[in-house]
């Protein structure tokens, strides 16, 4: 082989030992696709819940309503990924922030996991309309707790989803609409599906 060759083969070689190092030889989680992991997805998990969300003992907030989804059905898409519920817990924990707050890639397609695109990137998914509603896109097939209005930012939200009492913003899973994500208030002792997300 050409020596020229061989100094340019050299350095790929140790770039994917490097790449698969650390990661239990686990190439998908290494290496991820198009510089974001490839796509975001969201889905349903089959849970729900009253407004005040308790899982593991007694935990509330961001730790239950994760809990919650990770708990139920995780569709094959989201192997190797972040799972998250996707709702805004409170105004520091929105929908909205996620990508500040717990790394989800911006610059990535949303799709329904069951194979519908619903926006072009985050900023699509938060600018209103949703190219397929949820219940086509993910089957969810009732109103879902999300905490937020129509930009993901968060709005009335049982008390970070802590309280029986009050109300908790929900979106409707038929619509594309700006309501899909904010339709209105529930009753914090309302039983409603959660959503999850995996990036």
Known sequence: MHASLRSAIVPLSLLAALALAG???????????????GPIYLFDPGVSSAGRVI??????????VDGLVASGTVPGVCAGKTVRAFISV???????NMPANHGVPTSQPVIGALGPQLAADWADLLDGAIAANLQTATGLGNFFWSGSDDTGAATTHCSS????SNNGWNGRHDLASSSWLALGASLCTNTLPLVGICY
């Open 23 to 37: 990661c239990g030889g686990d190439a998908t989680v290494a290496l991820p696709l198009g510089g974001g992991g």
């Open 90 to 96: 409170n105004t520091t924990d929105s929908i909205a």
């Open 55 to 64: 899982f593991g003992g007694g935990a509330y907030g961001r730790s239950s």
């Open 161 to 164: 989803w802590t309280s029986s």
